[in-house]
């Protein structure tokens, strides 16, 4: 990456890769998670929507290969040719691997994607499902696995309901790198009673791992959330697009100049949730964060130490 560039973007590597723009689907394929059927726990994070973190098609009765013909024929028509298959919602590890394999398969049946992106739990990941991932690289694809972290502080992933430690992530982690499969990392800033140091920490030990990529997200209430009761009682405050965006542009400095910014700001509807009503306005934010870093000379890998 030339680190004249603010930050190395997911639309940067995708094209270099590809050698043209490559579009991600999202897809929901009606999957759950361990946290949210009963296995560890009910209702899921704090913070956790109840129709999941993606579009919410499969709960309004579309299928998988609806899914995928209405989101192919949307962006071919804006002239995109190669596509990343993207299993958003909820936990997509988290399946009978015969289940997991009819999943998959079905995006590949058109010639068109030339990826397969998975978002998923660090708890959720072993050696049979790593196996079966490794299938579609031999097939070669481009398969990325995506890891809800959030914290590396257990007692503020105990707070928020996570279900999984720091410890479980590190397994997860070190298991696909040992088996060549890249990994996304999430990450939540202003989760309750986590101060910018301890952010910071996160960043930076995830920036020690050289994780191929990263995603940033601002904590919003969802409606329906476990949070929200937490925000009308007035315990938690969330954090002003002026804070974030400086918590996320110091962030930017310490990670590698290889790491991939898949996401720099969560992205919500305005009606689904109860706060801070800034996340709907995700070029706002992202234009503001541009703005800050260019004017105090920010730009990733600025304090980077290997």
């Not at 909820?90 to 998959?104: G, M, Q, R, V």
């Not at 309901?161 to 890249?182: C, M, S, V």
């Not at 990450?187 to 050289?210: N, R, S, W, Y």
């Amino acid at each position: 990456m030339n680190t004249q560039k603010l930050y190395y973007t997911l639309n940067e590597f995708l094209k270099e890769k590809f050698g043209e723009k490559v579009k991600k689907i999202p897809l929901d394929a009606g999957l759950t998670c361990p946290n949210r059927d009963g296995t560890k726990g009910l209702g899921g994070c704090i913070y956790c929507d109840p129709k999941g973190s993606g579009t919410g098609l499969y709960i309004e009765g579309k299928s998988l290969n609806e899914q995928l013909r209405y989101f192919l024929e949307l962006f071919k028509k804006k002239n995109f040719k190669k596509f990343v298959a993207y299993f958003q919602s909820f936990s997509n590890t988290y399946a009978p691997l015969e289940k997991l394999k009819e999943l998959y398969d079905i995006v590949f049946m058109d010639p068109s994607i030339v990826g397969l992106a998975i978002g998923t739990r660090p708890d959720c990941i072993d050696e049979n499902v790593v196996n079966l991932l490794k299938t579609y690289q031999e097939k070669g694809y481009y398969l990325w696995i995506e890891l809800g972290l959030q914290s590396i502080y257990n007692e503020t992933l105990k707070l928020i309901n996570r279900g999984h430690t720091f410890e479980d992530f590190l397994k997860a982690y070190h298991l696909l790198k040992e088996n060549d499969i890249p990994v996304v990392v999430h990450i939540i800033f202003g989760l309750p009673k986590e101060t910018k140091e301890m952010m910071m920490e996160t960043v930076k030990t995830l920036a020690k791992l050289k994780i191929d990529g990263i995603k940033f997200h601002a904590l919003y209430i969802p409606k329906g959330s476990k949070m929200e009761e937490m925000y009308l009682k007035g315990e938690y405050k969330p954090l002003e697009m002026e804070e974030y965006v400086e918590l996320v542009a110091l962030a930017l400095t310490y990670l590698p100049p290889s790491t991939v910014i898949h996401r720099v700001c969560s992205e919500a509807k305005e009606e689904d949730i109860l706060a801070p009503t800034w996340v709907s306005k995700k070029m706002e934010v992202i234009n503001l964060l541009r703005k800050f870093m260019s004017e105090r000379n920010l730009y990733q890998g600025k304090n980077y130490q290997p």
